[in-house]
Every structure is written in structure tokens, then in C-alpha cells.
């Protein structure tokens, strides 16, 4: 008879499990790639403000940002909708394209921002 009480092999925490299964770079990686979208977003809703899609690029952020909520509680990495929405930020921009030049230069913005130089100790 089986109670319930057995080894469970997931971490219910999408940060704890990708930072478990991919280490710390792993997950630096994941969260420059969350706030990169984040930002994305805060630029759509000001390229597209006084446009009828302003409301729908509200929308799709707050959506984001939920399912970025609910990865605090579900082990849900491969979540189809969490990679639509970030594929939707940055094809609607357009103009700017995602590279990978681009993505590196804001992690080392983050990192700039985040990190404390040795000499100002």
C-alpha cells in the first residue's frame, strides 16, 4: 500500500531545478535571459504607447511575468507558453534583431550593475 510518502524527483521550483541540473552559470544564464525579455517588453510598450497594441503588449507582459511567478512553484521549464511569449517580445520589435553579441553585452551590463569590483572594497 502506498501512502503517499515516497521521493518525489522534482524540485517544484523551475529556478531551483535549472540551477540544480545546470549550476550557477546555468542559471545566470536563464535569469539574463529572463530580465533581456523584461526589458524588451518595457520597449515594446513604449514604442507601441497610443497604439491599439499597447494594451494586447501589456497583456502578453503580464503574462510573462506571471508564468515567471508561477515558476516559483511549478517545475515547468518546458513550458511552451513561457517561449512564445519571449519569442513574441522580441519579433515584434522588429527592427532589432535577438543575437547573440546583443544578449552577451546586457549580461555584462547586469553583471557590471550587480557585482562589486574587488578594488572598491
Known sequence: ??????????????????????????????LGLVSYILIKYKKLEKTYSNNPLQTFITGCKIAYISILINFLFLTAFSDRRFYILMAFAVAMLGREQLSIKGFITHIKELWKKNVPSPNSQ
Not at 17 to 30: C, D, P, Q, S
Request: aromatic letters at 14%.
Open 1 to 30: 500500500m502506498d501512502y503517499g510518502a515516497g521521493w518525489d524527483d522534482e524540485a517544484h521550483n523551475t529556478y531551483l531545478e535549472i540551477a540544480t541540473e545546470l549550476g550557477i552559470i546555468g542559471i545566470g544564464i536563464f
